[in-house]
C-alpha cells in the first residue's frame, strides 16, 4: 500500500492556493505578456502617426487657406533702375534744360521722386547763353515739382566765368533758382568769396552769401571787360556785418 503525504506549513495546515501558483509555468505567461505589450506599442504608434499626419494637415490647411491679405508684405526696396537716364524739361521762361546721371534709381511706390548717381545739370541762363552746368555726386530729382537735391561735390560752373563749390545745393530747375545750407566758396572774374550758406537767384545771376561771408574782391580795373559779372550781395545778418572784405 502505498502511503499518501500531505504537505503543511509549519503549523500543520495546508498551503493556501496562492502558494501553490509557484508552480505556474512562468515562461509562457511572459510570453503572452509580450504579445500583448507588442500588439500595444504597434497601436500606439500607429495612433501616434495618425496624430502627426492629421496635425500636418491641419497645418498645411491652415496656411493655405489664410487670405494672401491677411499678412501683407511691404518690399520698399522694389525699384527701377536705369542706365545713362536723360530728363528734358523747360524753365519758367521757355528755355530747355536737360538732366544726365550714370545710374537712377525710382521706388515703385514714389514714382516722382528719382535717385540719381552722378547727375549733371545742363541749363542756359538766358537766350543766346552758352550752357552753363552743375555736377554733383548723388542727387534726386523730383519729377512733380521739378526740384533737384545735389550732395557731395557740387559744382557750379556758368558760362560767364563763376566757378562754385559746394556740398549741397537744392535747384529749382523751372524758377532758375539755387539755394544751399552748406559752405560754398565762389570764384569768377570779381575774386574770391567764401559763404556758410547761400541762394542764387535772377537767373543765376544774382549771388547771396550768408553767415560769416569772406571777400577777396578784384578791382574793378584789372577785371576783364569782356566778362559779365553778376551781382554779388551779401545777406544782411549780423555775421555778415562782422566779416570783412579785402582788396
Avoid at 10 to 19: C, F, L, V, W, Y
Avoid at 79 to 98: A, C, E, F, N, W
Avoid at 150 to 178: E, M, P, Y
Wanted: hydrophobic content about 35%; glycine content about 6%; charged content about 25%.
Amino acid at each position: 500500500m502505498t502511503a499518501t503525504r500531505f504537505y503543511t506549513d509549519t503549523q500543520g495546515k495546508a498551503p493556501p492556493e496562492h502558494k501553490l501558483a509557484i508552480w505556474a509555468p512562468k515562461g509562457t505567461l511572459s510570453l503572452a505578456h509580450a504579445h500583448r505589450h507588442t500588439r500595444f506599442v504597434r497601436r500606439l504608434r500607429l495612433v501616434l502617426i495618425g496624430l502627426s499626419v492629421s496635425l500636418l494637415a491641419a497645418l498645411a490647411w491652415f496656411f493655405l487657406s489664410v487670405p494672401k491679405t491677411a499678412l501683407p508684405v511691404e518690399n520698399t526696396g522694389e525699384t527701377v533702375k536705369m542706365i545713362h537716364p536723360v530728363y528734358q524739361g523747360r524753365t519758367s521762361d521757355g528755355l530747355p534744360y536737360r538732366i544726365i546721371a550714370d545710374e537712377a534709381v525710382r521706388l515703385i511706390k514714389a514714382p516722382t521722386q528719382t535717385q540719381l548717381v552722378s547727375p549733371i545739370l545742363n541749363f542756359l541762363r538766358e537766350k543766346g547763353a552758352k550752357e552753363s552746368r552743375i555736377t554733383a555726386r548723388t542727387g534726386s530729382y523730383n519729377a512733380e515739382t521739378q526740384v533737384l537735391e545735389l550732395h557731395q561735390n557740387v559744382h557750379l560752373k556758368t558760362d560767364d566765368g563763376n566757378d562754385c563749390r559746394t556740398s549741397h545745393a537744392r535747384i529749382f530747375v523751372k524758377a532758375k533758382r539755387v539755394e544751399g545750407d552748406e559752405p560754398i566758396r565762389c570764384t569768377g572774374s570779381f575774386g574770391k568769396i567764401f559763404g556758410n550758406a547761400f541762394e542764387i537767384n535772377d537767373d543765376y545771376k544774382e549771388f547771396v552769401f550768408k553767415d560769416g561771408t569772406k571777400m577777396h574782391l578784384t578791382p574793378e580795373s584789372e577785371r576783364d571787360g569782356k566778362t559779365k559779372t553778376g551781382k554779388l550781395r551779401p545777406a544782411q545778418s549780423p555775421d555778415v556785418q562782422k566779416s570783412g572784405v579785402q582788396q
